[in-house]
């Protein structure tokens, strides 16, 4: 047996940050329901992180109004990354049919490393048998 060449771990800040500058920040989807495509960008940590705190309202209670507006607000985009609604823009973009936002939030989801595991965890919802983040039951 040849012994694998195990990669080397990164390490070093710059090249960490160039790694992950490689992601591909934009993806052009097809949406059935529109019969055409639409570009999904990437978001940052950051950008990831705000939306998440936009569900919770402080209280404890979720706020899932809109849900699937303000994350396609925040993904939707030109070719180039730009985005093409503002968080103004999400009353707008949840106005307009379901079936269409439900697919391209699919993809949203997709695109963004949000599994449906997550978008439970933040409208409050946790798997049967388990209580809290603990695993254990």
């Not at 790694?19 to 993806?27: F, H, K, S």
């Not at 639409?38 to 109004?65: H, P, Y």
């Not at 707008?92 to 978008?119: C, I, M, Y």
């Amino acid at each position: 047996h040849t012994p694998r060449e195990t990669p080397m771990p990164l390490t070093d800040k710059t090249a960490l940050l160039e790694a992950a500058g490689r992601i591909n920040a934009v993806e052009t989807v097809r949406i059935e329901a529109l019969g055409d495509d639409i570009c999904l960008r990437v978001m940052t940590g950051a950008e990831r992180d705000a939306f998440e705190a936009s569900v919770d309202d402080g209280s404890g209670k979720r706020n899932l109004a809109n849900l699937r507006a303000r994350l396609l607000a925040r993904t939707l985009c030109d070719e180039e990354g730009g985005r093409i609604f503002g968080d103004g823009d999400v009353a707008q973009l949840g106005a307009t049919p379901a079936p269409w936002l439900v697919e391209a939030f699919e993809h949203a989801q997709r695109v963004n490393g949000l599994s449906e595991k997550d978008v439970d965890e933040m409208a409050g919802y946790s798997p049967a048998g388990q209580s809290d983040g603990s695993g254990s039951g």
